[in-house]
């Protein structure tokens, strides 16, 4: 199956920083990145779903401003945790897909960040 | 609305077979997929059904129904490392996929 890398895996911030995590494609071009989030012993949250070369679309509840998404490239989508409180710690996932997005289209998901927000 | 219901979690002996069951309930649908997740691990691809019936990947199938909006993963020879979250994900019209809360499977010697 296709590689989905995530960098960093593990962070841990004081609150009021902001959190950079990179999502990269290893070996396909991803047209469409997703990114979720995890609490403990809960399902995946979508949370924004990322377009190369366009703005990415927030989930409701989401907040645009605070959780920065850019999809700069095939390759390479990120997102930033902004002025980050301890109410933001948790598991963060990206996954990718290439083609059309259309059915059968997998998703793949890279390894996964911890964010520790102190 | 959209819905994904799969068991909360499931227990198992080393060695035997386990079914687990998802219904759904999506605005549209373009197929089922199975995902594991490990502890404190991202999900894995397991399988991806779009038409009736099952397929089978090695110790692992998926069977998927249609018209009753009903998949199963069925887990043979149970190993230890099977314990793991089961999470069973539709996708809609929109592509997009709407995942059910995850089903803990605990394997027992």
């Known amino acids: 199956g296709a590689v989905v890398s995530q960098h960093p895996s593990r962070v841990i911030c004081k609150s009021g920083t902001s959190v950079k995590i990179e999502c990269r494609s290893l070996?396909?071009?991803?047209?469409?990145m997703f990114w979720y989030r995890q609490f403990p012993k809960q399902s995946l949250m979508l949370m924004a779903t990322s377009n190369e070369g366009s703005k990415a679309t927030y989930e409701q509840g989401v907040e645009k401003d605070k959780f920065l998404i850019n999809h700069a490239s095939l390759t390479l989508s990120t997102l930033t945790v902004t002025s980050a409180h301890p109410e933001d710690s948790s598991f963060y996932i990206c996954?990718?897909?290439?083609?059309?997005?259309?059915?059968?289209?997998?998703?793949?998901f890279g390894p996964g960040t911890r964010l520790l927000v102190l | 609305g959209q819905n994904i219901d799969q068991p909360t979690e499931m227990t198992a002996t080393e060695g035997a077979i386990v079914q687990i069951n998802c219904t759904y309930q999506?605005?549209?649908?373009?197929?089922l997929f199975w995902y594991q997740q490990h502890a404190g691990e991202a999900p894995t691809f397991l399988s991806y059904?779009?038409l009736d019936g099952l397929e089978e990947k090695g110790r692992f199938s998926s069977f998927l129904s249609r018209s009753k909006g009903y998949s199963y993963l069925l887990l043979k020879e149970l190993q230890m490392k099977d314990s793991a979250s089961y999470l069973c994900?539709?996708?809609?019209?929109?592509?997009?996929?709407?995942w059910g809360a995850g089903t803990k499977l605990i394997i027992k010697p």
């Open positions: 999506t605005s549209g649908f373009n197929g």
């Open positions: 996954s990718a897909k290439g083609g059309s997005g259309g059915p059968g289209e997998t998703q793949y």
């Open positions: 994900a539709s996708m809609d019209s929109n592509y997009q996929l709407i």
């Open positions: 070996d396909f071009q991803a047209t469409t």
């Open positions: 059904n779009v």
